[in-house]
């Protein structure tokens, strides 16, 4: 049986984020200063390393980084950075949509609750929300082909649960959990934005508005 600190190896080695939300054992193991250096040491054996958003000493989400790229690695690294790029503007609409359907001042971050039943609600009596989730849901990263918005919204809730950007507690409920993935995920937009002037959030925006096709 593995132990918490080869578990949480393994799942760091897996690509995952770990967070309070999505492994909170993990995330406390984690969060000592002690458990991270041993297992840093360890992923340094194979060119790894413990990465955080939020630097290491207020660290809310861990995963795994490379310490040095050679051409192997970067090809690795520019496909995982091209696919990411590829995810984004659905990703930011998606996003907007909820906060705006939602009337929140602030963007889903990690344990922020979403109620799709609410959400859905909102969404059909509202016919430019209606707009936006059809054409959200119809991008190639969610791979909707329905016109019916019950199923539209459940494939884009199915989709960001298999990507990792919410978790679903109890399989009996329509209440996801933003997991830590998404506060990664506005780190990556905020390095683009800053080293391309790309401006991704005003795009999204005026591709809500139709503006942007």
């Not at 993990?26 to 955080?52: C, H, I, M």
């Not at 119809?138 to 494939?155: C, E, M, N, P, W």
């Amino acid at each position: 049986m593995l132990s918490n600190k080869g578990k949480v190896i393994e799942r760091l080695l897996q690509g995952a984020f770990i967070c309070r939300t999505s492994d909170e054992e993990g995330w406390r193991f984690l969060k000592n200063p002690a458990n991270r250096e041993q297992v840093d040491d360890y992923l340094a054996t194979l060119n790894r390393s413990v990465a955080a958003v939020g630097g290491s000493s207020e660290a809310e989400v861990f995963y795994c980084a490379w310490r040095q790229l050679g051409e192997a690695e970067r090809r690795v690294v520019g496909q995982q950075f091209r696919d990411m790029c590829n995810a984004l503007t659905p990703l930011v609409e998606w996003l907007l949509l909820v906060q705006e359907a939602g009337a929140q001042d602030a963007p889903l971050t990690e344990g922020s609750p979403i109620r799709l039943n609410e959400l859905q609600s909102i969404v059909e009596d509202t016919p430019a929300f209606r707009e936006q989730l059809a054409r959200i849901s119809h991008y190639r990263l969610f791979g909707s082909t329905s016109a019916s918005v019950d199923a539209q919204i459940k494939q884009v809730f199915k989709r960001l649960c298999e990507l990792g950007y919410l978790l679903r507690p109890n399989p009996e409920k329509q209440i996801y959990i933003g997991t830590g993935k998404l506060d990664y995920l506005y780190e990556v937009i905020r390095f683009i934005d800053e080293a391309e002037g790309l401006a991704l959030e005003e795009r999204a925006e005026l591709a809500s508005q139709g503006s942007l096709l």
